[in-house]
T-cell receptor, first 108, second 113 residues
């Protein structure tokens, strides 16, 4: 099945800083999603982005499917951005696989 | 539009017991997937139901079983509970099949003593 890696595993930022989170995957994909997991465990959908670039406010994401990676950009970070960010992906006939996550802490 | 809901929120069981967790999919979605998330790890795929049929299974033993009903809601049953089954159980629904966007419920936190 597909292997998913995320980097960095942990990230500490001052409020207002920008960051880039990376997701590498081992095979071609038909679905790639980015999630933010809040302290209560809820997975919040950020982007459905099997290819291309999308933006939503301070967040944007780019997936380069031919090179098997996706990037999540967070600009002007806020304390409420803290939590764990997961990417997850699959292809037809394969299970949806999550990466190990990036734990983000934004300090005031 | 109602999102994905799960019940109960929290559950405490003892080793050897059986448990049933429930999930209501988002309106119009016909695909439901279940995941187990141990502390500090990413969610692990358990199985998926598409139009009431199992449509993929992860590396979980047969004591993990499920159902999807005609209204596309779903149950996850776990028999002979073990201590390692303590985890957050997440349900996700999607509009059509395994590669469409998945939307997650708030989860059920199961503790096995």
């Amino acid at each position: 099945g597909i292997q998913v890696e995320q980097s960095p595993p942990d990230l500490i930022l001052q409020e207002g800083a920008n960051s880039t989170l990376r997701c590498n995957f081992s095979d071609s994909v038909n679905n790639l999603q980015w999630f933010h997991q809040n302290p209560w465990g809820q997975l919040i959908n950020l982007f459905y982005i099997p290819s291309g670039t999308k933006q939503n406010g301070r967040l944007s994401a780019t997936t380069v499917a031919t090179e098997r990676y996706s990037l999540l950009y967070i600009s002007s970070s806020q304390t409420t951005d803290s939590g764990v960010y997961f990417c997850a992906t699959n292809n037809y006939g394969q299970n949806f696989v999550f990466g190990p996550g990036t734990r983000l802490s934004v300090l005031p | 539009e109602t999102g994905v809901t799960q019940s109960p929120t929290h559950l405490i069981k003892t080793r050897g017991q059986q448990v049933t967790l429930r999930c209501s999919s988002q309106s119009g979605h016909n695909t439901v997937s279940w995941y187990q998330q141990a502390l500090g790890q990413g969610p692990q795929f358990i199985f998926q139901y598409y139009r009431e049929e199992e449509n993929g299974r992860g590396n979980f033993p047969p004591r993990f079983s499920g159902l999807q009903f005609p209204n596309y809601s779903s149950e996850l049953n776990v028999n002979a509970l073990e201590l390692d089954d303590s985890a957050l159980y997440l349900c996700a629904s999607s509009l059509e099949g395994p590669t469409s966007e998945q939307f997650f419920g708030p989860g059920t936190r199961l503790t096995v003593l």
